[in-house]
């Protein structure tokens, strides 16, 4: 079985300054890695995944993710946050063999960016 | 290109009632996922279809049930629905499907069920 822990439910953060959002994961087979993003009264939107090769991934909005093998990470940052970047994020991860799709979620990090 | 579109968007049922939510995926997305999120239990997976098929299901009760039709729309249903069923219905879409599985989804808004 698969889980993914989310080491903070909420994250201030004043604008224009660097962030990160930690993601931890458990997995006894190979998995792929997602982070989606959640604004209110929305669905989710794919923000960057993680499906091999280089293990630092560019998604939209400017963030990035590395993917830690050794230590089980996928943590999401961004050098500067934007008022518009407050939302929900969601650290998600699906088995690469017989996933079907089936997405197993975080609990999430809720990002309030301040001006 | 039109996204997942669910209907409806919201809806208010009784204890005991049921209820049908649906679908519309991505033109030309086979795989169609549904999600339940809550405050408590965040989001969890119902099931997943491909080409009518369901290939996937969650740890949820037989209450909860689902169908894909040939054109890819799915539906739902929850049968007499309880207070705790209260929550986002999410439905999403994949043009990944076979052995292709990478879990990139594309979500409609939701389906935000209050049961009283």
């Known amino acids: 079985a698969q889980s993914v822990t989310q080491l903070d439910s909420q994250v201030p953060v004043f604008e224009e300054a660097p962030v990160e959002l930690r993601c931890n994961y458990s997995?006894?087979?190979?998995?792929?890695l997602f982070w989606y993003v959640q604004y209110p009264n929305q669905g989710l939107q794919l923000l960057l995944k993680?499906?091999?090769?280089?293990?630092l991934v560019k998604g939209i909005n400017g963030f990035e993710a590395e993917f830690n093998k050794s230590q089980t990470s996928f943590h999401l940052r961004k050098p500067s946050v934007h008022i518009s970047d407050t939302a929900e994020y969601f650290c998600?991860?699906?088995?690469?063999?017989?996933?079907?799709?089936?997405?197993?979620f975080g609990a999430g990090t809720r990002l309030a960016v301040h001006p | 290109k039109a996204g997942v579109t669910q209907t409806p968007r919201y809806l208010i049922k009784t204890r005991g009632q049921q209820v049908t939510l649906s679908c519309s995926p991505i033109?030309?997305?086979?795989?169609v996922s549904w999600y339940q999120q809550t405050p408590g239990q965040g989001l969890q997976f119902l099931f997943e279809?491909?080409?009518?098929?369901?290939?996937n299901k969650g740890n949820f009760p037989g209450r909860f049930s689902g169908r894909q039709f040939s054109n890819s729309r799915s539906e739902m249903n929850v049968s007499t629905l309880e207070l705790g069923d209260s929550a986002l219905y999410l439905c999403?879409?994949?043009?990944?499907?076979?052995?292709?599985?990478?879990?990139?989804?594309?979500f409609g808004e939701g389906s935000r069920l209050t049961v009283l």
């Open positions: 998600a991860v699906s088995r690469v063999s017989g996933g079907y799709n089936k997405l197993i």
């Open positions: 997995s006894s087979v190979s998995v792929y």
């Open positions: 279809y491909f080409s009518e098929t369901q290939r």
């Open positions: 033109s030309g997305h086979r795989s």
């Open positions: 999403a879409s994949s043009s990944t499907g076979g052995t292709e599985n990478t879990g990139e989804l594309f």
């Open positions: 993680y499906l091999s090769g280089s293990t």
